[in-house]
């Protein structure tokens, strides 16, 4: 059993950065592949972006993409997104899963996943 906590989210104005990190316990998650999804209020949870194993493949949901990065650390059981020139539209709460599956963005390819964090971007 993998456990997953989410910190870092927070209120910020349009344009400005928060760091998002994931501590996992109960079990290492360098063998999963690790990702991060939102959920607005009234909307569907959707991938945001997920990191391979070893920290060489990343995959973006388009609307991030050059504004997020992903990153890990498989020695502190870590991983970590940060987030700049946030927007309004970003706003949501955001989850760390962990997932067996090489590349995986859809929610049913992931086995653990943490309670969330709220962002909110303040325009």
């Known amino acids: 059993q993998v456990q997953l906590v989410e910190s870092g989210g927070g209120l910020v104005q349009a344009g400005g950065s928060l760091r998002l990190s994931c501590a996992a316990s109960g079990s290492t998650i360098s063998s999963y592949t690790m990702g991060w999804f939102r959920q607005a209020p009234g909307k569907e949870r959707e991938f945001v972006v997920y990191i391979n194993w070893s920290g060489s493949s990343t995959y973006y949901r388009g609307s991030v993409k050059g504004r997020f990065t992903i990153s890990r650390d498989n020695a502190r059981n870590t991983m970590y997104l940060q987030m700049n020139t946030l927007r309004p539209e970003d706003t949501a709460v955001y989850y760390c899963?962990?997932?067996?599956?090489?590349?995986?963005?859809?929610?049913?390819?992931?086995?653990?996943w943490g309670q969330g964090t709220q962002v909110t971007v303040d325009s």
């Open positions: 899963a962990a997932s067996h599956y090489p590349q995986a963005t859809g929610t049913f390819e992931y086995d653990y």
